[in-house]
């Protein structure tokens, strides 16, 4: 598990064994490994644990939310530990326990952070830390064509060439840049691009320089 969870360049925090089995506390987006599509990429390991658990033979119940907690040294001279701490990490504790067996939930920040890339399915509501209704998801799988590096994303050239160009990357644009809404994706001023790459080289055989580019981003 903490080699899944390491693909995904999350961090184990600790572990726990009692009377009722192994408790297992994963974090995804601790420094310096922060990611835009951290709540993606702990829900996709989510999915590799249960096939990993499933070979083994093993149950899981696993809960999987997103939001700001406090991250530090807690303890006394005696023992001290790094960890995490916050309304979203008792949440997750409380969605484990609601989970049926090989199963996971998710709150609804990581739903629509993820909802572009996996499939889920609406469950009943929980109540948070302030005795809200907060309604709560159970993760199904990946969606279509949302394994790691198969993404292509069609560039599209503006006029007069028109031409396409297809990038293939390592996650998805539509759901992890600024929830689908970047324009910084919509490659329109290939004249520029071209210009400025004419700029570098022309430094660079005269020894360097140089270049500032100015103007909306």
């Known amino acids: 598990l903490q080699e899944v969870c390491y693909n995904e360049e999350g961090s184990l925090n600790k572990f726990l064994v009692d009377e009722e ?17 951290d709540p993606i990429r702990a829900c996709r390991c989510s999915c590799e644990m249960r096939k990993v658990l499933d070979q083994m033979s093993l149950t899981s119940y696993m809960g999987i939310t997103t939001g700001r907690v406090y991250s530090g040294v807690v303890g006394s001279n005696m023992r001290r530990e790094y960890t995490v701490m916050g309304d979203v990490v008792n949440l997750a504790r409380r969605l484990m326990t ?22 889920f399915c609406r469950r009943e509501q929980t109540h948070d830390e302030q005795d809200q209704q907060s309604p709560i998801y159970q993760l199904l799988g990946l969606a279509a064509n949302t394994a790691r590096g198969q993404h292509v994303f069609v560039v599209q050239r503006a006029v007069p060439s028109r031409r396409e160009l297809h990038l293939r990357l390592p996650w998805s644009p539509k759901g992890t840049i600024l ?27 005269q020894g360097g320089g140089l270049i500032i580019i100015t103007g909306a981003s």
Not at 21 to 37: A, E, Q, T
Not at 98 to 117: F, G, H, I, M, W
């Open 21 to 37: 089995g192994l408790l297992f506390f994963f974090i995804f987006g601790l420094p310096p490994m922060v990611h835009v599509d």
């Open 179 to 205: 929830g689908g809404q970047c324009p910084l994706l919509e490659m329109e001023s290939w004249h520029y691009l071209a210009h400025i790459k004419s700029l570098v080289e022309r430094r660079l055989t």
């Open 98 to 119: 609601k989970a049926e067996k090989n199963n996971t939930l998710v709150d609804e920040a990581t739903y629509k952070r993820s909802e572009a890339d996996l499939t």
